[in-house]
C-alpha cells in the first residue's frame, strides 16, 4: 500500500473512531434496546464471517488458513475445527454442521451477503429407512445471493462434516426421488432457473446425493404428484433446495469435482457421470446424448460463426433476447444490430466501465430526454444491461430536420434546440462499451468501428509523427478539415480519416451504383456540392450518414470533397470508371464497401461494423427509502392512530365515550429489570436504570426459563418453545407526552408523527418515541431497523473534478487530494483527480436528505442523549469529508464511505470497489447511504423482523476499508489503460477472444502497492451529469403518455420497427393486462367497504357476515377494461398483424358479453367487429 | 385413403351448388369414376333443385351415361356431356344388384329439395347451403328439431354487478337446498345459535370452507343465507373420507349433533342433492342414434383432419343410417391467444379462416342429420361461464348445416331424451380435488358422475373456474338428464351413474406439446354413438 493510501485510511477511521466513541457514550445514556453500537466493525473478511455468523474464533482461524490456503479449501479445513469442537461451541452434531456450512457459505462470500444466515435455516439429523441417521439440510429463498458455488460447496461441506462425524448417507426414497425431478421443474416454470437440468438429470443427482436437501416452500404453486411425502414438509416448491440442486450441484459439478479430490473422506464418483451426461439408462444414451448437442447448438448462436466470413464482413448475429418482456412506456432504442442503432466504439470514460454504457449527451436529448445518467437500458451485447453514463467525446446522432436538412449533433444544446424539429432520427450517435465489458461477459469481440483512436494509431504505424501533429496548435487530429483529412490519407497511405468515412457499407451496391451517377449529374456551385433532389439520392445520403441541406431541387454538400474522392471522382466531378470495371469481388460482395475500395484513391474502413440494439429498462433512481406508509418511529400503535398511524389519534383514541383517552392495547416483549425485578415492555427499566432484560415464562407451567446459545427458549418442563411477547396495555397519550417534553418539542414542529400498527421483531422492543418525534421534524422517515436511508441507481467513477462536483480544489485539498491525474499539484477547480476507492459523490436529492438527517442526529445528541451535536452543518459543503454508509439490498455488511461532492444527476456515483465491496454492479442496480452518526446511534438488531429475510438489507457488520481482493471480482475485470492498442482493434476485425488481447485490467495490480490507484481512461466527458438529469419516463404523468412518447420516439428511430414495438407493447402489456383482469374478475375476492373483512365468494346473505356492512367487488369493470379502447386503436394505427387484432376482437367481445345486458344492447354484437 | 369417398362427393356437390342424400352420395361414390359422375350429375340436375336423392342420381345417371358409351372418361374433359343426354346406357358395371332399373318414371321428380320451403332457391348457388332439409325419401334421416333450454345465449343480462354475483350463488343454494329439504330438517344457521348443546340438527348449506383441524378431523363450514356454521367430520368415521369429494361452494346437507356448548355440529351423515336413485330415463320411441363429440381444434397443427374425414366418410354408410343426430361439446377451433405463442402451433392463424375451416369440415357432415353445437373453452366466445353460444359473425360462417347453435351448457332434448351438453373446463378441478384415485383422467365419467351428485356443472368458485354473473345460476343441473355429454379433457370416458349415461367424447385434435410435456395421451377420433331407443353406446374410432 502506498503510504498516502494509508493515510487516506487512516483519515477515515479515525472520523470512525470519533464517532464511534460518541455513539457509545450516547448509548449509554438512552433508551435503546442495548447500551452499545449494535454494528461492529470489521477490518478484513475473516472479522465480517465472524460477525455476520456471530460464532466467535471464526476470524482468527481464516486468517491462519487464508494464508495457506484458498478460500475454498479454507472453508473445507475449517470443517474439522467445527467437527473436533476447536471452533464454535455446538453440542449436538446437527449444529457442528450447521455451524460448518453456514461458515463456508460466509467464506465464499466474503462476508457479505445474508445468505448463510438468512439462506441456510436448519441442519437436522433425520432417520434412514434402515434406521441410520442421516443428514438434512433445510434451505431457503436467499441462499440464491451465494452464487452457484457457494451453494454447491454448502452441500459438499455439510457431507464432509457428515463423514467426519460417521453419520450415514442419504438413501432416497423412490418417491422422494420423483419428487426432486417433479418440484425442480415445477420451480423452472414458475420462477425460472439460470440452469434446468433434465427430469433424468435431478432424479440422478438426488438418487446420489449423500445429504437430504431440504427447504421451505417458497412458492403457492403445489406439486401434483408426489404430495404429503412423510419426510417432506410441503407441497410447494421448496425454492432454496431447487436453487442448491440446480444452480448448484447440477451446474458446478466440475467445479465441486476439484475439491472431492482433495478430500480422502468425501467420495463423490457419480459427479463424472453427472459432468458427461452418463446418466442415461442403457439405450437411450446416444439419443440423448445427440438431443443435447442439438440444443446447444440452437441456444448457442455463437456470433463467431465464421459461416460467411469468406463472402462478406465480419458481423456479430444480431440477437434479439433484449426486446423480451418490453414494457409499456419503455422505449426500444434500436432493433437488434439494425442501421441507425447505437454504433459500437471502444473505450472507457472516467465515468464508465462496470455494466455501463457510454451514451452522447445529444442522443439523450434527441430521443426525448428518455435516456439520462443512471437509466438502465437493457442491451444487445456485450451484457445483458447497463447503466446509462453521459460522454460527450464521442459522435452524437444524425438526425433529419423537417427542412430536410441532415445534421450530426454533438452538443446537447443544439439538441435541444433542433429537438422538436426532428422528424427522423437517422443515427443514434456513438455507443461507448469498455473492453473490460467483453473479457467480464466473455463476449467474442465485436467488429470495431473506424475511429480516431485507431486511425491515429494507424497513422502513426504509416511512419507520421503523430505526437509532433498533437502538438500542433494548427492540426485538430480529431477534427481536421477536409484537405487535412485527404493529404494525410494521400501522404501516409493511411484510411481516410474517420471523420469523412461515410457508412459505404449500409448501401448496397446498385444504391452506391446510382448515386455515382447522381453526382456525374451534380454540379459545384459556392464551393458546395449540388446533387438533384432524387429519392434514391437523398436516401443514399441520409444512410452513409452525410450532413446535408436539402430544396426542392437539389441536396446540397457543404464538406464535399472527401465523398466524391471516396466515391473515385475528381474535383471536377469527372470519374475514371465505369461499373463494368468493378472487380468481381466487389460485385459478389453483401454490400457497396469493396467497390468503394476499388474506385477510391486511398483506403477506406467501415464505419460502423456493429450497431448495439437496446432498449430502456428501468428509470434511474434517487429518493428517500420510506416503509409504505412512512413511518417515523418503530413503536406500536395498533388500529388506534387511524389508517395514518398518528400518535395525535392515537392519544385521543378511546374504545367508547367513557374510557381513558390513548390507552392501546399492543404486543410488546415483556421485560424484567435484572436490579429491581421490575416489569416492563421499555429496555431501560423506568425505576433504576438498569437494562431490562427479556422475561421469559411459560404461560401454562409459569416456570421463568432463559434463552439458550442460539436464542431459542424453551420451557424446561413442558418443552414448549416460549416468546416473551404479550398483550399490554399501553398510555400511548402520555408516553407521547412524555417524549414531547423530553426533548423539548411541540406538536406543531411537525404535521404529523407516525408509528407502526404492531412491532414485527422477535422480542418486540419499541423504539423510543423521541427520536420519532424528531425525525417528523426534521422530515425524515425511518426504515424497519431505525436507520434513515436514501435510494439511488448506482455508477462508477474513477477520476473526478472538483468542479463538476459543486465543490472547490481547497475542499478537495482538504480531503487529502494533493495531485491530479497526471501527478501535477492540485490548484485548479477543473483538475481532473483520480479518486480514492471509498469516496462517493452524493446526488442533489440525497444531499439534501442527509442533511435533514445530520440536523435530526445532531438534536437528537443534544436534547435526548445530552451530548454535543456532532455534525453542525448549515449547508450542503459542510457534508464533505462526512461518513456514510453503503449498504445494498440482499447483503448484511455496510460498507463505510466519504462524500467527496454531489452533482444534479440523479444518481450514486462512487468508485467502481466501492459498489463492487457492496455486492452491486451498475447495470441498473440499486442501492441505499445512511448518515454515518445515524446508523451508529439508531440501528438495532431487536427492530429486524423476525421472519425470512428479516436480517437481509441490515447494517449487521461495517466495513471500514476495502480490500480490493475482497470484493466482487467483476470489478477487477475493468480495464485501466489509457488507450488500447493497434492490434486490439485489428483484433475486433477478426472476433477474437477478449482473453487474447492484451490490454491491462485492473486484476493485474491486485495484492501489489497500486491497487488502489492507476484507473486510468481511454475517454474524458465534460462533466459526468449532462443531458437530461431525469428521464422522461419519470417526468411524463400517466401510462398513457409514455406509451404514447414510446411509440412516437420508435416512428423517428430509423433503427426501430413501430409496428414491433406496438406489437410488442399489445401483446406483453395490454392483452395479459386485460386478459389478467377479467379472469380476476371472474373469480375474484370480496372485500366489506365498512370493517374491511375479506370474503373468498360473496356471501349468501349479501351482507357483510360480521358487520352487516356492505361489501362490494374487489375488481371492478372499470379495472378491466381500461386499456380495451387504447389498445385497439394502438392495434390500429400501427398496423399489427390480424392474429393480435382478433384476439383484441375476441376479448372484446368477452367484455362485453360480461359486463352488458343482451336485453339491453342498443345494437347488434356485430357490429364492433 | 380410398380414391373416392363419399366426403369428396358431397363436396363436389356442395360446390355446384347441389345437396344429396346420403344414398345418392353412396350411389356416386360406387360409380368407377366419381368425379365423372358428379361432374355429369351436377350438369344435368335441373337447375332449381336443391337435394338430389338416389333417384334422382339413378336417372341423371343413366341420362347422361347415354351420351359416351365408355363409363371411364376422365373427368377432366367432359365437354360434351351435356344434361338432354339420348336414352339410358347401362348403369356403371359396379351398381349393386339392388339398384333399382334406370328407367324408373318416379325418378323424375328431381327437384324434392324444392319441396322444403326452409331455403330459398336463389341461394342454391351458394356453397354455403349444404343443407337439404327434411328428405321426402323413405332411405333419408328424418330429425325432428332438438328443443333446448337452460340455454343463457341472448339472455346474458349480467351487468359485472356485485349484487349479479350475490343473485347467482342465491339461486344455487335456493333450487339445490329444495332438493335436500325433502330429506332433512334444516334449521337456518341463526337458529342454530339459539339451540340447546346435544341437540341433533341438520343444515342445508353451500360449502364456505374445509379445512383440516390439527388433530386431523375435517371442518366444514356450511353458508346459508343468514350465516356460516361449522361442521367437524371426525376422521374415524368410516365414511370420513367423503371429504376428499367435497368442493367448495357446491350445496351439501349435514345432519349430526351440537355440541354441548353450541357452536359446532358434530356430523353423522353428509348428504347431496343428487339422482334419485329411481331416475328412470326417457327413450326415443323409434331407432335413432346421435352421435357425441368435441374437441375438434380445427386450426391446430395436431388436428387429425384424416380422422374426421374418416368419421364424416362413415356418416355416409348404410351402417350410419340411424346417426340423425350430431352433437359437439366444444372447442370447433383451437381459437387464438388461449395461451402465450400459440400462434406458433396454429396451422390456421386467423381465428375467422379457423370458423371457415370448421365449417367446411361440418360440410362432409351429411345434409340430412341435425346438429348442435355448443362453444368450449377455446372458442372465440367469453371464457366465464355460462358461456352464450357463438354471436352472429360466426353463426353466420358456420352457417352450413344451418346447425342448432347454443351456449355452454345447455340442455338439449332429441327423440324425447334430454341430453345434458358442457364443455367440461370445471373436469380439471375435479379431478385435481378429489381424493378419489378412480376420479381421473383416464376416466373422465367418474369426474362427471360427481358433479351429477352434486347438481352443478362446475360448483367452485374462485380457483380455475370463471363466473359471470347472470340473474340465475344456469350451471344447475336442474332436471336430470339422460345424458350428459362433456368434453374438454380429451380422453374418452363412458359410464353410467344412476341410470344417467355419461360420455365424454374425447377429442379430434392428436397429442399437443403441451400434453406431451404433462404425459397426457389423448383418445383422438372417438365418436361415441348413443341409441336414443335404448341408451346403449358404442364408440366409434376413427
Redesign the interface.
Known amino acids: 500500500m502506498r503510504p498516502e493510501d494509508d493515510a487516506y485510511f487512516e483519515g477515515l477511521e479515525s472520523r470512525l473512531d470519533e464517532a464511534f466513541a460518541v455513539a457509545e457514550e450516547a448509548k449509554t445514556r438512552g433508551e435503546d434496546p442495548v447500551p452499545e453500537v449494535e454494528i461492529p466493525v470489521a477490518k478484513d473478511m475473516a472479522d465480517r464471517v465472524e460477525n455476520i455468523l456471530g460464532i466467535e474464533g471464526v476470524a482468527e482461524r481464516v486468517r491462519d488458513l487464508e494464508g495457506e490456503m484458498g478460500r475454498e479449501e479454507a472453508a473445507l479445513a475449517l470443517v474439522e475445527d467445527f467437527v473436533e469442537g476447536t471452533v464454535g461451541d455446538y453440542d449436538t452434531r446437527a449444529g457442528k454442521i450447521e455451524g460448518a456450512v453456514r461458515t463456508a457459505v460466509a467464506l465464499l462470500t466474503e462476508g457479505v451477503v445474508a445468505a448463510p444466515i438468512e439462506g441456510i435455516d436448519r441442519v437436522e439429523l433425520l432417520q434412514n429407512d434402515d434406521g441410520t441417521e442421516f443428514v438434512n439440510v433445510y434451505y431457503a429463498g436467499p441462499i440464491r445471493s451465494a452464487g452457484g458455488t457457494a451453494q454447491a460447496l454448502s452441500v459438499l461441506v455439510a457431507d464432509y462434516a457428515r463423514s467426519l462425524l460417521g453419520i450415514e448417507e442419504y438413501g432416497a426414497r423412490a418417491d422422494e426421488v420423483e419428487r426432486y425431478a417433479e418440484e425442480v421443474s415445477l420451480y423452472d416454470d414458475e420462477t425460472g432457473l439460470q440452469y434446468s437440468p433434465k427430469d433424468e438429470e435431478t432424479r440422478f443427482i438426488a438418487e446420489h446425493m449423500p445429504i437430504m436437501l431440504d427447504g421451505e416452500a417458497t412458492g403457492d404453486e403445489e406439486v401434483s404428484g408426489f404430495r404429503d411425502l412423510e419426510r417432506v414438509d410441503t407441497n410447494s416448491a421448496r425454492g432454496g433446495m431447487c436453487l442448491v440442486l440446480a444452480e448448484g450441484i447440477a451446474l458446478k459439478a466440475p467445479k465441486i469435482q476439484r475439491y472431492t479430490r482433495q478430500l480422502d473422506e468425501v467420495e463423490w464418483p457419480w459427479l463424472q457421470d453427472l459432468i458427461d451426461g452418463t446418466y442415461y439408462d442403457g439405450g437411450d444414451d446416444a439419443a440423448d446424448a445427440d438431443e443435447d448437442e442439438g440444443d446447444d447448438g440452437e441456444d448457442e448462436a455463437t456470433p463467431e460463426e465464421p459461416d460467411d466470413a469468406p463472402d462478406g464482413p465480419p458481423r456479430v448475429d444480431p440477437d434479439s433476447k433484449f426486446l423480451r418482456d418490453l414494457i409499456a412506456g419503455r422505449p426500444v432504442f434500436g432493433h437488434p444490430s439494425e442501421a441507425g442503432g447505437f454504433r459500437l466504439r471502444y473505450g472507457r470514460a472516467r465515468n464508465h466501465g462496470f455494466a455501463t454504457a457510454g451514451v452522447h449527451p445529444a442522443t439523450m436529448h434527441v430521443v426525448d430526454d428518455f435516456l439520462a445518467t443512471g437509466t438502465q437500458i437493457k442491451t444487445e451485447r456485450p451484457g445483458k444491461a447497463g447503466g446509462v453514463v453521459p460522454v460527450d467525446s464521442i459522435e452524437g446522432p444524425t438526425v433529419k430536420l423537417a427542412n430536410g436538412d441532415v445534421r450530426r449533433i454533438d452538443d446537447p444544446e443544439e439538441a435541444l434546440e433542433v429537438r422538436n424539429g426532428v422528424v427522423e432520427i437517422l443515427d443514434l450517435g456513438e455507443y461507448l462499451v469498455n473492453y473490460g465489458e467483453f473479457v467480464e461477459n466473455n463476449h467474442p469481440l465485436a467488429p470495431a468501428g473506424w475511429t480516431v483512436e485507431w486511425w491515429e494509431q494507424a497513422l502513426k504505424a504509416d511512419g507520421a509523427d503523430v505526437q509532433a501533429l498533437r502538438d500542433s496548435p494548427y492540426v485538430d487530429l480529431a477534427d481536421p478539415d477536409a484537405e487535412q483529412a485527404l493529404s494525410w490519407a494521400a501522404d501516409y497511405d493511411t484510411p481516410l480519416h474517420p471523420q469523412y468515412t461515410y457508412c459505404w457499407h449500409d448501401l448496397t451496391l446498385e444504391d452506391f451504383l446510382a448515386l455515382a451517377d447522381a453526382v456525374d449529374g451534380a454540379a459545384v456551385q459556392a464551393d458546395t456540392l449540388r446533387v438533384p433532389n432524387t429519392e434514391g439520392a437523398r436516401d443514399a445520403l441520409e444512410r452513409l450518414l452525410v450532413e446535408h441541406s436539402q430544396s426542392d431541387a437539389t441536396l446540397t454538400v457543404a464538406d464535399w470533397r472527401p465523398l466524391v474522392r471516396t466515391m473515385g471522382f475528381d474535383d471536377d466531378l469527372e470519374r475514371e470508371w465505369a461499373p463494368d470495371d468493378l472487380p468481381e469481388a466487389a460485385r459478389e460482395w453483401p454490400n457497396a464497401m469493396r467497390a468503394v475500395e476499388a474506385v477510391a484513391p486511398f483506403a477506406v474502413r467501415e464505419r460502423a461494423p456493429t450497431r448495439i440494439g437496446n432498449r430502456m429498462g428501468r428509470p434511474e433512481k434517487s429518493e428517500s427509502r420510506d416503509l409504505s406508509p412512512a413511518v417515523h418511529t418503530l413503536f406500536p400503535i395498533g388500529d388506534a392512530g387511524g389508517s395514518q398511524r398518528s400518535f395525535r389519534e392515537a392519544a385521543d383514541y378511546a374504545p367508547d365515550m367513557r374510557a381513558e383517552q390513548g390507552l392501546v392495547d399492543v404486543q410488546l416483549g415483556e421485560r424484567a429489570c435484572p436490579d429491581c425485578g421490575e416489569h416492563t415492555y421499555k429496555p431501560r427499566c423506568e425505576s433504576c436504570g438498569a437494562w431490562t432484560d427479556p422475561h421469559y415464562e411459560c404461560e401454562d407451567c409459569g416456570i421463568v426459563a432463559e434463552p439458550d446459545e442460539s436464542g431459542r427458549v424453551e420451557c424446561p418442563r413442558c418443552e414448549r418453545e416460549l416468546d416473551n411477547v404479550e398483550r399490554q396495555t399501553v398510555d400511548v397519550r402520555d408516553a407521547y407526552r412524555e417524549a414531547l417534553q423530553a426533548v423539548g418539542e411541540r406538536e406543531s414542529a411537525y404535521d404529523i408523527l407516525k408509528g407502526v400498527k404492531g412491532l414485527t421483531s422477535t422480542e418486540k422492543v419499541p423504539e423510543p418515541i423521541e427520536k420519532g418525534v424528531l425525525r417528523a421534524k426534521h422530515g425524515v422517515t425511518t426504515f424497519k431497523d431505525g436507520t434513515v436511508r436514501y435510494d439511488m441507481t448506482d455508477l462508477p467513477v474513477t477520476s473526478v473534478r472538483p468542479a463538476e462536483l459543486d465543490v472547490t480544489v481547497e475542499d478537495f485539498r482538504e480531503l487529502g487530494y494533493t495531485a491530479d491525474v497526471n501527478g501535477d499539484p492540485l490548484q485548479h477547480d477543473d483538475q481532473l483527480v483520480e479518486l480514492r476507492v471509498q469516496d462517493i459523490v452524493l446526488p442533489d436529492g440525497a444531499a439534501e436528505h442527509m442533511l435533514k438527517t445530520a440536523d435530526f442526529v445532531d438534536e437528537l445528541l443534544e436534547d435526548y442523549y445530552g451530548l454535543e451535536p456532532f455534525y453542525d452543518v448549515a449547508e450542503r459543503q459542510d457534508l464533505v469529508g462526512e461518513l456514510v454508509f453503503g449498504m445494498a439490498p440482499h447483503t448484511s455488511a455496510a460498507v463505510v464511505g466519504r462524500v467527496v461532492g454531489f452533482t444534479s444527476a440523479a444518481v450514486g456515483y462512487a468508485h467502481p470497489y466501492f459498489h463492487a465491496a457492496k455486492r452491486r454492479n451498475c447495470d441498473g442496480d440499486e442501492d441505499c447511504v445512511m448518515l454515518l452518526m445515524d446508523g451508529l446511534l439508531n440501528f438495532s438488531k431487536s427492530y429486524l423482523p423476525d421472519k425470512r429475510g428479516g436480517q437481509m438489507d441490515a447494517p449487521l457488520v461495517m466495513s471500514s476499508r476495502i480490500d480490493p481482493t475482497e470484493i466482487d471480482d467483476e470489478a477487477h475485470n475493468m480495464d485501466v489503460v489509457e488507450r488500447y492498442p493497434l492490434e486490439f482493434y485489428e483484433a475486433t476485425r477478426e472476433m477474437a477472444d477478449p482473453e487474447d488481447v492484451d490490454i491491462t485490467i485492473a486484476e493485474e495490480s491486485l495484492g501489489t502497492d497500486e491497487e488502489y490507484t492507476g484507473f486510468a481512461h481511454t475517454h474524458d466527458t465534460t462533466d459526468i451529469a449532462l443531458g437530461p438529469d431525469l428521464s422522461a419516463y419519470k417526468t411524463l404523468g400517466s401510462m398513457m403518455e409514455k406509451m404514447d412518447a414510446q411509440l412516437e420516439l420508435a416512428r423517428k428511430l430509423r433503427a426501430v420497427d413501430e409496428t414491433d414495438v406496438a406489437e410488442r407493447v399489445i401483446e406483453g402489456h395490454f392483452l395479459p393486462d386485460l386478459i389478467g383482469n377479467l379472469r380476476a374478475f371472474s373469480r375474484q375476492e370480496t372485500r366489506c367497504l365498512d370493517c374491511g373483512e375479506k370474503y373468498r365468494r360473496m356471501p349468501l346473505s349479501g351482507d357483510c357476515r360480521e358487520c352487516g356492512g356492505r361489501v362490494n367487488l374487489t375488481v371492478h369493470e372499470g379495472s378491466v377494461n381500461k386499456y380495451m379502447d387504447t389498445a385497439i386503436q394502438v392495434a390500429e394505427e400501427y398496423d399489427c398483424r390480424e392474429y393480435t387484432k382478433q384476439r383484441l376482437e375476441v376479448l372484446e367481445a368477452s367484455l362485453e358479453s360480461v359486463f352488458e345486458d343482451d336485453h339491453n344492447k342498443q345494437s347488434g354484437i356485430a357490429d364492433f367487429m | 385413403m380410398p380414391d373416392s369417398t363419399p366426403v369428396r362427393v358431397a363436396r363436389e356437390l356442395t360446390a355446384r351448388g347441389y345437396n344429396a342424400d346420403r344414398a345418392a352420395v353412396t350411389l356416386l361414390a360406387d360409380e368407377p369414376d366419381p368425379d365423372a359422375a358428379v361432374e355429369r350429375v351436377a350438369d344435368a340436375a335441373p337447375d332449381d333443385a336443391l337435394t338430389l336423392s338416389a333417384d334422382d342420381v339413378r336417372a341423371l345417371l343413366d341420362d347422361a351415361n347415354a351420351d359416351d358409351a365408355p363409363a371411364a372418361t376422365p373427368p377432366a374433359e367432359p365437354p360434351d356431356t351435356t344434361t338432354d343426354g339420348g336414352a339410358p346406357a347401362d348403369v356403371s358395371a359396379t351398381a349393386d344388384a339392388s339398384a333399382t332399373p334406370p328407367a324408373d318414371p318416379t325418378s323424375t321428380d328431381a327437384s324434392s329439395g324444392a319441396t322444403s320451403g326452409r331455403e330459398s332457391p336463389t341461394e342454391a348457388g351458394t356453397p354455403d347451403e349444404t343443407r337439404g332439409g327434411e328428405s321426402a325419401n323413405a332411405g333419408g334421416r328424418t330429425p325432428t328439431p332438438p328443443a333446448v333450454a337452460e340455454d343463457v345465449t341472448?339472455?346474458?343480462?349480467?351487468?359485472?354487478?356485485?349484487?349479479d354475483?350475490?343473485t347467482v350463488?342465491?339461486d344455487r343454494?335456493e333450487r339445490l337446498s329444495k332438493k335436500l329439504r325433502g330429506r332433512i330438517n334444516h334449521r337456518p344457521t341463526d337458529a342454530l345459535d339459539a339451540m340447546p348443546g346435544g341437540s341433533d340438527a341438520a343444515i342445508v348449506g353451500?360449502v364456505?370452507?374445509i379445512r383440516s383441524t390439527a388433530s386431523g378431523h375435517w371442518l366444514v363450514e356450511l353458508?346459508?343465507?343468514?350465516?356460516?356454521f361449522p361442521a367437524l367430520i371426525m376422521k374415524d368415521r368410516d365414511w370420513a373420507d367423503v371429504v376428499d369429494e367435497l368442493l367448495?361452494?357446491e350445496v351439501i346437507a349435514i345432519e349430526g349433533t351440537l355440541a354441548d356448548d353450541g357452536g359446532i355440529l358434530f356430523a353423522d351423515s353428509v348428504h347431496f342433492p343428487d339422482v334419485p336413485r329411481t331416475h328412470r330415463p326417457n327413450t326415443a320411441d323409434r331407432h335413432v342414434q346421435a352421435a357425441l363429440v368435441s374437441d375438434v381444434h380445427v386450426g391446430s397443427q395436431e388436428f387429425a383432419g384424416e380422422r374426421w374425414d374418416a368419421f364424416a366418410d362413415w356418416l355416409h354408410t348404410p351402417e350410419a343410417e340411424a346417426v340423425e343426430y350430431l352433437l359437439v361439446g366444444g372447442d370447433m377451433v383451437e381459437?387464438?391467444?388461449v395461451y402465450p405463442d400459440q400462434?406458433e402451433e396454429l396451422d390456421i392463424?386467423?381465428?375467422?379462416e379457423q370458423y371457415r375451416a370448421f365449417s367446411e369440415r361440418l360440410k362432409d357432415v351429411p345434409g340430412d342429420m341435425e346438429i348442435v353445437m355448443i362453444p368450449g373453452n377455446h372458442d372465440?366466445?367469453?371464457?366465464?361461464e355460462p358461456q352464450?353460444g357463438f354471436?352472429?359473425?360466426l353463426r353466420e360462417i358456420m352457417g352450413a348445416h344451418d346447425a342448432r347453435i347454443v351456449g355452454n351448457p345447455a340442455t338439449v332434448t332429441v327423440e324425447g331424451v334430454d341430453v345434458l351438453m358442457y364443455h367440461g373446463v370445471s373436469l380439471d378441478e375435479v379431478i385435481?380435488e378429489d381424493g378419489d384415485e378412480s376420479v381421473s383422467y383416464d376416466a373422465p365419467h367418474n369426474a362427471m358422475a360427481r358433479l351429477l351428485k352434486k347438481r352443478h356443472v362446475a360448483p367452485q368458485?374462485?380457483?380455475r373456474?370463471?363466473?359471470?354473473p347472470e340473474e340465475k345460476d344456469y350451471l344447475v343441473i336442474d332436471d336430470v338428464p339422460d345424458v350428459f355429454h362433456t368434453g374438454h379433457v380429451h380422453k374418452l370416458g363412458v359410464g353410467e351413474y344412476r341410470n344417467v349415461k355419461l360420455v365424454n367424447s374425447g377429442s379430434w385434435q392428436e397429442q399437443t406439446a403441451f400434453q406431451k410435456s404433462v404425459n397426457i395421451d389423448p383418445d383422438v377420433g372417438t365418436a361415441p354413438i348413443v341409441d336414443l331407443d335404448t341408451l346403449d353406446i358404442t364408440v366409434r374410432k376413427f
Open positions: 341472448g339472455h346474458s343480462t349480467g351487468t359485472g354487478e356485485y349484487g354475483f350475490v350463488f342465491r343454494y353451500m364456505n370452507d353458508e346459508d343465507t343468514n350465516g356460516t367448495l361452494d381459437g387464438v391467444g400462434d392463424v386467423d381465428v375467422y372465440a366466445v367469453r371464457l366465464a352464450p354471436d352472429e359473425e385435481a368458485y374462485g380457483g373456474m370463471r363466473v359471470a
